[in-house]
Nanobody, 114 residues
Framework: QVQLVESGGGLVQPGGSLRLSCVAS????????MSWYRQAPGKERELVAS???????NYVDSVKGRFIISRDNARSTVYLQMNSLNVDDTAVYYC????????WGQGTQVTVSS
């Protein structure tokens, strides 16, 4: 399995921005599809955004136009730039690496509150 370490979460006011980072210890990082998921209290985990090895991206409708996923293969890192945050974005955000067995990070808390 791939070891994934997320960072960048925190408390932000509505309308603010955060950037999440996920560093992978993986020699195959550049060929993997990487994703960000989130799980809010009492809700199921949902896919937020994904990026393929060819840099094709996909977003859940609720974040389109506000979030941007990107990757730096030289640093084995995937990012999630989150703009115009609102209270509905409050959740634990998880990094995911797809493979024969998916790998997950430990999660980073994002809280949007005034």
């Amino acid at each position: 399995q791939v070891q994934l370490v997320e960072s960048g979460g925190g408390l932000v006011q509505p309308g603010g921005s955060l950037r999440l980072s996920c560093v992978a210890s993986d020699s195959f990082f550049r060929i993997r599809t990487m994703s960000w998921y989130r799980q809010a209290p009492g809700k199921e985990r949902e896919l937020v955004a994904s990026i393929t090895a060819r840099y094709n991206t996909n977003y859940v409708d609720s974040v389109k136009g506000r979030f941007i996923i990107s990757r730096d293969n030289a640093r084995s890192t995937v990012y999630l730039q989150m703009n115009s945050l609102n209270v509905d974005d409050t959740a634990v955000y998880y990094c995911n690496a797809r493979g024969s067995t998916d790998s997950w990070g430990q999660g980073t808390q994002v809280t949007v509150s005034s």
